[in-house]
């Protein structure tokens, strides 16, 4: 949680923190000082909290910048006190970004200042009214918002990512500005920590757009869902199959912290049933369907219905091309079970191929191994094309900076999934594209390494959903 702090005083002031109050961020708390208290409509008090205090003195600002605050905003009605107060922050903590309305021509020499000069703005605003006097930024355009300007946090999803590898439907990024420059989109351009991206599209893309940006690494099973699913069909498993999939759905429920749902169909052993039963708790659903169903109805409608983010599935089911095809269209991750133990693994593995799908699930990859504090390994088959999987390379070992995390290069000149096969407690990540729908026996007849994760069956695999171009 990012807390922010508003020293106000004055119209300006009230409406400016009116307006944090109308749409404020979930993610953010704010911290309130003003001259004199005021009264303010929906306030979220687990959100924002208030202090009545004048704002210059040292040493009630001091006890407040005990706190650690992302950012203060400075917004006074007065030069004098704008200074005083600019000063004061600057004593007690020297290197803290501040946002400060200046009505009066101010100038500062400390660094980390941003100055917002209310009349530039006043006047862009009335520029815009001129005929023959073209328009720029804020209302080019229809002024509905199909043109936004956002920052990157380090932590984003989008950082260290190359353009060519972001899906961008219905909207586009369309320029980026880093260290005061311009900078045109090229697919292989790469999004950096505290770029300005211009995006330009659909409002309501556009705002989907800006929390997936926003929205910092560490959250899985989110964006996909925030529920765990494990299907059952117990008339194609046996009962030993069917109790080690509990316990192992179990275990990423703990490790997760999430609600886990058993969806149980064709139930054919009333003793199995019941003890699946006494294995949940609070957090663990068991729902059983006892009429006739359609499989592909009934999987869509649960993943709806309880905004599922991770399918779990034992081996088997996973290699029915029917069941395969419905998964594929769920558009979450699908944790395929295996008999080997996942409280044993100790290694994510990717085989990296000549596309650039490992770049686009990278987000996901981080999550997951971040949660179950598992390396990384990248295995890289040298007899195969190279620039592709560089960039890739490239792209994990810049997000390996964000987590802390060391990640390990394979470059091997024999087939990675055959060296793979004499491997122990690893779990294999493979990119979930439409390929991966057709029947098995297709892999035969190709060289592409996904469509051959059935060589590495017996092991646990992760299957991220990737949108196919």
């Known amino acids: 949680m990012k807390k922010i702090l508003i020293l106000s005083s004055g119209d300006v002031g009230e409406h400016f923190i009116q307006r944090v109050i109308d749409t404020y961020s979930t993610e953010n708390i704010y911290y309130v000082v003003e001259t004199k208290a005021n009264k303010y409509e929906n306030v979220n008090p687990s959100k924002f909290k208030f202090f009545e205090f004048d704002s210059t003195s040292m040493y009630k600002l001091a006890n407040i910048l005990k706190m650690e605050f992302l950012q203060v905003f400075v917004v006074m009605d007065t030069k004098l006190d704008t200074q005083q107060t600019i000063k004061n922050i600057k004593i007690i903590k020297k290197h803290i970004q501040i946002v400060v309305i200046d009505r009066w021509g101010l100038e500062f020499k400390y660094s980390n200042i941003e100055i917002i000069n209310a009349k530039d703005i006043l006047a862009s605003k009335l520029i815009d009214y001129l005929p023959n ?36 439907k219905n909207f586009k990024i369309a320029a980026i500005y880093r260290n005061n420059q311009l900078l045109l989109p090229t697919r292989r351009r790469m999004i950096q920590p505290n770029d300005t991206l211009l995006l330009i599209g659909e409002p309501s893309v556009l705002k989907s757009v800006y929390r997936v940006i926003k929205r910092e690494l560490g959250q899985f099973p989110e964006p996909y869902g925030t529920t765990i699913y494990l299907f059952i069909d117990m008339v194609k498993l046996k009962k030993e199959e069917i109790l080690h999939s509990v316990k192992q759905a179990l275990y990423i429920k703990e490790k997760l912290s999430k609600e886990l749902i058993i969806r149980v169909v064709n139930p054919n052993d009333i003793e199995l049933l019941e003890e699946i039963k006494d294995k949940r708790d609070e957090t663990t659903l068991v729902i059983v ?27 088997k089911l996973f290699f029915d091309t029917n069941i395969r095809k419905i998964l594929y269209g769920l558009y979450v991750p699908v944790l395929k079970l295996s008999q080997k133990l996942l409280i044993d693994l100790k290694d994510v593995v990717l085989v990296l191929s000549e596309n650039k799908d490992f770049e686009k699930i990278s987000n996901t990859i981080f999550d997951f191994s971040e949660k179950f504090e598992l390396n990384i390994e990248l295995y890289n088959y040298l007899k195969e094309h190279q620039e592709e999987k560089e960039e890739v390379i490239e792209h994990y070992y810049n997000l390996s900076t964000i987590f802390s995390k060391n990640i390990k290069v394979q470059k091997l000149e024999e087939n990675p999934l055959i060296v793979l096969q004499k491997k122990e407690n690893f779990l294999h990540i493979v990119p979930f594209s439409k390929k991966l729908t057709k029947r098995v026996i297709y892999s035969y007849f190709s060289t592409d390494s996904d469509l051959m994760y059935h060589y590495l069956e017996d092991y646990p695999q992760m299957f991220i959903p990737v949108d196919d171009i």
């Open 133 to 168: 006097v073209p328009v720029i930024a804020q209302n080019v355009g229809l002024g509905e918002g199909e043109i936004m300007e956002v920052s990157v946090p380090f932590g984003s999803s989008f950082v260290y990512k190359h353009l060519g590898v972001i899906e961008q």
């Open 289 to 315: 369907e006892f009429e006739q169903f359609d499989t592909k109805n009934l999987i869509s409608t649960d993943k709806q219905d309880f905004h599922v983010g991770l399918v779990l599935v034992s081996n």
